[in-house]
């Protein structure tokens, strides 16, 4: 490797992109095609960046094996920025295998902590804890370690593990004030925002506040019996019923848990259950069978009794019931919790994040457009969704809950 190419990399890895670019703006042989893309990347400039990139990969010679492997890596990177989650994973997974067969442990461990990323993104939590236990943080520099404690960080929060999760932020925070790049510091801050903003609503006899995260994981380990709006399921401290795939089921469930300990008056329910239709003898019929089902899918957790309007959730034990909300509930909140981190995603991206399908996720997207909650930018398969500003809550509850179906 020549002078300027060594120079152009340290430049690189310090932060100084301007300096890089000036070493190698000029020259068209791999490093530098692979040195410009990655500085494009930093700038921002993601559609030059990957087209280098490719060049670059296409330059390098079969025996050369461990610098296409980096630019694979480089340009999965730029796809995760992209929110393009369909970039083959098992094409950044041999890459990994290639870099690390050859010794190149710390961009192994970068293309690991990419996978993590993208697996987070998707809420394949277990994968991606699987993965993050087979890195050892000890030997990585400062932007490396940022890179491992913000995805140390991500599963916490995402496990509702809060301590963990402040305590991976601030060493996340101290290794990006050694790396002396902005744009880790950035990042970091952004992350440690989550904590410290309304993470859900708790509704409870007849009143309703907000909830930071932190909040959130202690009335999830209190003895109380909680109805949880944000991931479809009722749970207390040890059982969890999942009722993602029953939403009728759940919403007799939450109408139940907002009203306890009073009873929910039998026509309030057929509301609320099957979306405001006016109550006859059916709907009755239909809400008794209902509410059978309900009842033997609580049995563990909760009974419920008949009373002369309607009927009452009663927990076993001597115990509250609260409902666990999302901050702010509207049409769509899914899609609108995905686009919140500031970036832009396709449709595509945002229907395999989701679970949904790409067809459902289109048109919550023209809805959201048309009520000016979203915007797009490029065309056909360039396409990208947005939001024009960023709302002032977290999402991490809202991103591994499938969309209720039915």
Same mark, same amino acid.
């Given at each position: 490797?020549?002078?300027?190419?060594?120079?152009?990399? =340290?430049? #690189?890895?310090? !932060?100084? *992109?301007?300096? &890089?670019?000036?070493?190698? %703006?000029?020259? @068209?042989? /791999? $490093?530098?095609?692979?040195?410009?893309?990655?500085?494009?990347?930093?700038?921002?400039?993601?559609?030059?960046?990957?087209?280098?990139?490719?060049?670059?990969?296409?330059?390098?010679?079969?025996?050369?094996?461990?610098?296409?492997?980096?630019?694979?890596?480089?340009?999965?990177?730029?796809?995760?920025?992209?929110?393009?989650?369909?970039?083959?994973?098992?094409?950044?997974?041999?890459?990994?295998?290639?870099?690390?067969?050859?010794?190149?442990?710390?961009?192994?461990?970068?293309?690991?902590?990419?996978?993590?990323? =993208?697996? #987070?993104?998707? !809420?394949? *939590?277990?994968? &991606?804890?699987?993965?993050? %236990?087979?890195? @050892?943080? /000890? $030997?990585?520099?400062?932007?490396?370690?940022?890179?491992?404690?913000?995805?140390?960080?991500?599963?916490?929060?995402?496990?509702?593990?809060?301590?963990?999760?402040?305590?991976?932020?601030?060493?996340?925070?101290?290794?990006?004030?050694?790396?002396?790049?902005?744009?880790?510091?950035?990042?970091?801050?952004?992350?440690?925002?989550?904590?410290?903003v309304p993470a859900a609503r708790l509704i409870a006899k007849g009143g309703q506040r907000p909830l930071q995260l932190?909040?959130?994981?202690?009335?999830?380990?209190?003895?109380?019996?909680?109805?949880?709006?944000?991931?479809?399921?009722?749970?207390?401290?040890?059982?969890?019923?999942?009722?993602?795939?029953? $939403?009728?089921?759940?919403?007799?469930?939450?109408?139940?848990?907002?009203?306890?300990?009073?009873?929910?008056?039998?026509?309030?329910?057929?509301?609320?259950?099957?979306?405001?239709?006016?109550?006859?003898?059916?709907?009755?019929a239909r809400l008794r069978v209902e509410i059978g089902r309900l009842r033997r899918a609580l049995t563990p957790l909760?009974?419920?009794?008949?009373?002369?309007?309607?009927?009452?959730?009663?927990?076993?034990?001597?115990?509250?019931?609260?409902?666990?909300?999302?901050?702010?509930?509207?049409?769509?909140?899914?899609?609108?919790?995905?686009?919140?981190?500031?970036?832009?995603?396709?449709?595509?991206?945002?229907?395999?994040?989701?679970g949904a399908s790409q067809r459902t996720v289109q048109r919550a997207l023209d809805t959201l457009a048309t009520a000016?909650?979203?915007?797009?930018?490029?065309?056909?398969?360039?396409?990208?969704?947005?939001?024009?500003?960023?709302?002032?809550?977290?999402?991490?509850?809202?991103?591994?809950?499938?969309?209720?179906?039915?």
């Amino acid at each position: 490797m020549d002078s300027l190419i060594t120079a152009a990399a =340290r430049a #690189l890895a310090a !932060g100084d *992109l301007l300096g &890089a670019l000036k070493r190698v %703006a000029l020259r @068209d042989d /791999a $490093p530098a095609l692979a040195l410009r893309g990655i500085a494009m990347a930093r700038l921002g400039d993601f559609v030059r960046a990957k087209n280098l990139l490719k060049r670059a990969g296409r330059a390098f010679g079969p025996r050369e094996a461990v610098a296409r492997a980096r630019c694979i890596v480089a340009e999965a990177e730029i796809a995760l920025v992209l929110r393009d989650l369909g970039f083959p994973a098992r094409t950044l997974a041999a890459a990994r295998a290639t870099l690390d067969a050859h010794g190149d442990r710390l961009n192994a461990v970068h293309a690991a902590c990419l996978e993590i990323r =993208r697996l #987070l993104l998707i !809420g394949r *939590l277990d994968e &991606a804890e699987r993965m993050l %236990a087979n890195i @050892d943080p /000890a $030997p990585l520099p400062p932007a490396l370690r940022v890179g491992h404690e913000l995805v140390t960080a991500g599963i916490a929060i995402r496990r509702l593990r809060t301590r963990p999760a402040r305590d991976a932020l601030e060493r996340a925070d101290a290794a990006a004030r050694r790396a002396g790049i902005g744009a880790l510091a950035a990042e970091v801050e952004s992350a440690a925002r989550l904590l410290t903003v309304p993470a859900a609503r708790l509704i409870a006899k007849g009143g309703q506040r907000p909830l930071q995260l932190d909040e959130v994981e202690a009335v999830m380990a209190s003895k109380a019996l909680v109805v949880d709006a944000i991931r479809y399921v009722v749970r207390d401290a040890r059982t969890e019923i999942s009722l993602t795939r029953r $939403p009728v089921l759940f919403a007799l469930a939450r109408a139940l848990g907002e009203a306890w300990p009073n009873d929910v008056p039998r026509s309030a329910l057929i509301s609320r259950a099957f979306r405001g239709k006016h109550a006859d003898e059916s709907h009755r019929a239909r809400l008794r069978v209902e509410i059978g089902r309900l009842r033997r899918a609580l049995t563990p957790l909760a009974d419920l009794s008949a009373t002369a309007d309607g009927f009452v959730l009663e927990p076993r034990g001597r115990r509250d019931v609260v409902v666990l909300a999302r901050p702010v509930e509207e049409d769509h909140a899914e899609v609108l919790a995905c686009l919140a981190d500031g970036e832009a995603w396709s449709s595509s991206a945002l229907s395999l994040a989701l679970g949904a399908s790409q067809r459902t996720v289109q048109r919550a997207l023209d809805t959201l457009a048309t009520a000016g909650k979203v915007q797009s930018y490029g065309r056909a398969r360039a396409r990208r969704w947005m939001m024009p500003t960023v709302p002032g809550f977290t999402t991490a509850l809202l991103l591994p809950a499938p969309m209720p179906s039915g």
